[in-house]
């Protein structure tokens, strides 16, 4: 599978309509790709709260959902389209939500991201906490979704791995501040869930933060197969969904956990 990270550089001074065309010709420039992932919250930028309410949208049917449906049906690849401010049709709460289009352009998955950072401001009191786990199936391999601040969550991944996980798609927005727990937390993960981890950051200055970039693929023995530099940048690497296996197989540490997680079945 060739996995391809469009590390997206979110500039305030780019209208949210203007990026979202910029960044659906770059994925269909990406028409070699199986799988191509963009950030968090790429079309406002993940630290521009103030701008959250007036740029939320629906997962289904909004302008980003609309342009980047079109985006993976013209290039025939799977898009993990990063994340949105959704705004949800009932209750009208907003949402950090990820979308998953599949190469015919239909919404194939939708994930609310369930540790929202701030310490209560930002995202944390503006946002409403989603409560699923998502996996989906793609082929050759299942996707487990999570954003950002979830990476500090170890025993989301956990569950994810559990549904079946073994390719962890990470959109985010992380601060160039926390850089060292970026590319310690992404490595941890694959790690530890013997997965791969696709971790697709932006690059930048929004909102007065500077973004990290250093958007990472990394293989389930925590190896780094490819890492971005701070700017934006398309960031592609072919992923041997095989050695997940393998590496299970061969060094199987997971079959030991003790903690009252059940292990998961042979498939």
Same mark, same amino acid.
Not at 15 to 21: E, G, H
């Given at each position: 599978?060739?996995?391809?990270?469009?590390?997206?550089?979110?500039?305030?001074?780019?209208?949210?309509?203007?990026?979202?065309?910029?960044?659906?010709a770059m994925v269909r420039a990406h028409a070699d790709a199986d799988l191509v992932v963009l950030p968090e919250l790429w079309p406002v930028g993940a630290f521009?709260?103030?701008?959250?309410?007036?740029?939320?949208?629906?997962?289904?049917?909004?302008?980003?959902?609309? =342009?980047? +449906?079109? *985006?993976?049906?013209? /290039?025939?690849?799977?898009?993990?389209?990063?994340?949105? @401010? $959704?705004?949800?049709?009932?209750?009208?709460?907003?949402?950090?939500?990820?979308?998953?289009?599949?190469?015919?352009?239909?919404?194939?998955?939708?994930?609310?991201?369930?540790?929202?950072?701030?310490?209560?401001?930002?995202?944390?009191?503006?946002?409403?906490?989603?409560?699923?786990?998502?996996?989906?199936?793609?082929?050759?391999?299942?996707?487990?979704?999570?954003?950002?601040y979830d990476l500090r969550f170890p025993e989301q991944f956990r569950l994810l791995l559990d549904a079946g996980a073994q390719t962890l798609v990470v959109p985010?927005?992380?601060?160039?501040?926390?850089?060292?727990?970026?590319?310690?937390?992404?490595?941890?993960?694959? =790690?530890? +869930?013997? *997965?791969?981890?696709? /971790?697709?950051?932006?690059?930048?200055?929004?909102?007065? @933060? $500077?973004?990290?970039?250093?958007?990472?693929?990394?293989?389930?023995?925590?190896?780094?197969?490819?890492?971005?530099?701070?700017?934006?940048?398309?960031?592609?690497?072919?992923?041997?969904?095989?050695?997940?296996?393998?590496?299970?197989?061969?060094?199987?540490?997971?079959?030991?956990?003790?903690?009252?997680?059940?292990?998961?079945?042979?498939?």
């Open positions: 599978m060739r996995a391809t990270l469009l590390q997206i550089d979110v500039d305030q001074r780019e209208s949210v309509a203007s990026r979202r065309d910029r960044v659906a521009a709260a103030e701008d959250f309410a007036a740029e939320a949208e629906t997962a289904d049917g909004g302008p980003t959902a609309e =342009v980047m +449906s079109a *985006a993976a049906r013209d /290039a025939g690849v799977w898009l993990h389209a990063g994340s949105i @401010v $959704e705004r949800d049709v009932v209750g009208g709460e907003l949402f950090n939500t990820s979308l998953l289009f599949s190469p015919d352009g239909d919404l194939a998955a939708v994930y609310r991201k369930i540790h929202r950072f701030g310490f209560d401001q930002g995202e944390a009191v503006l946002m409403s906490s989603g409560h699923d786990i998502v996996t989906a199936r793609v082929p050759g391999t299942v996707l487990g979704l999570a954003t950002c985010a927005g992380w601060p160039a501040r926390r850089l060292a727990h970026w590319r310690l937390l992404v490595r941890a993960r694959a =790690v530890e +869930s013997q *997965a791969y981890v696709l /971790a697709c950051g932006t690059a930048g200055t929004h909102a007065g @933060v $500077e973004q990290a970039g250093h958007s990472m693929i990394v293989d389930p023995w925590g190896e780094i197969v490819a890492e971005a530099g701070p700017a934006e940048q398309a960031l592609s690497a072919e992923v041997d969904v095989f050695r997940v296996d393998v590496t299970r197989a061969d060094f199987p540490v997971l079959r030991d956990r003790v903690l009252g997680v059940p292990t998961p079945k042979p498939r």
